[in-house]
């Protein structure tokens, strides 16, 4: 796996296990989770995989997407911001 670029399946694994640390288990990020991020403009991909079809994204990226999700997100399951 190259980590400077992810799948979304890879992308949202990476995320989802900063945001389970955040919220005790309560939130999670799913592949569907990156690709709407992608079409929201929260996120950018940055070429294709090995397969030619399926979209990667930089780690970097996934992580400034997550952090600006991350405030909604957390008020969704009932967490306040800190």
Do not use: C, F, K, N
Not at 24 to 39: D, E, F, L, V
């Amino acid at each position: 796996m190259d980590i400077d670029h992810l799948t979304a399946a890879q992308a949202a694994a990476h995320a989802d296990r900063a945001r389970q640390t955040l919220t005790a288990g309560a939130a999670h990020i799913r592949p569907a989770t990156i690709r709407q991020w992608a079409a929201r403009g929260h996120l950018t991909a940055t070429g294709l995989a090995d397969d030619g079809r399926t979209r990667t994204y930089r780690l970097a990226d996934v992580a400034r997407a997550e952090l600006a999700t991350r405030a909604r997100a957390l008020r969704l399951v009932g967490i306040p911001e800190s």
